[in-house]
């Protein structure tokens, strides 16, 4: 062994990806990739926490509505990503990502600017990923 390899950065083995879900895992807001049940999902979780009386569980969820909110635009990515992978005609294909896309745009009132700014990116990066093909 060189003495410079004691130098060399480590590739670490460990991911710091998101957990996947087990497929067998039932479906919920904080997993799906459906817009209409994360974002409905979300506002009755917060309503029930509420109820139960559970105010600082509900401020924390709320606190944490940009972080769960980028995290659903990331998963819906990648399920947009597989559904739209056997598409071979590239204007069809965009036409799918924006018909998907604009299922999260409805809910642009609940969004922050940079959740929105996040949003335009993932679609700049699904349809620029069809060019690349």
């Known amino acids: 062994m060189s003495f410079f390899n004691l130098f060399k950065k480590k590739n670490s083995d460990t991911a710091t990806t998101e957990p996947e879900y087990a497929p067998n895992e039932p479906i919920t807001w904080e997993n799906t990739t459906v817009a209409d049940d994360f974002f409905t999902g979300y506002l009755d ?4 926490l509420e109820n139960d009386e559970q105010t600082a569980a509900a401020e924390t969820l709320r606190a944490d509505e940009p972080t769960l909110q980028m995290a659903f635009i990331d ?3 990648k399920h947009v990503q597989s559904e739209t992978a056997t598409i071979k005609d590239a204007d069809e294909r965009t036409a799918a990502i924006i018909t998907a896309i604009n299922t999260i745009r409805v809910h642009n009132k609940q969004m922050n600017i940079t959740v929105r700014a996040h949003l335009a990116q993932t679609k700049k990066n699904l349809i620029g990923e069809q060019h690349e093909n």
């Not at 979780?45 to 029930?48: G, L, P, W």
């Open 45 to 48: 979780a917060i309503s029930q």
């Open 75 to 77: 998963r819906f990515a």
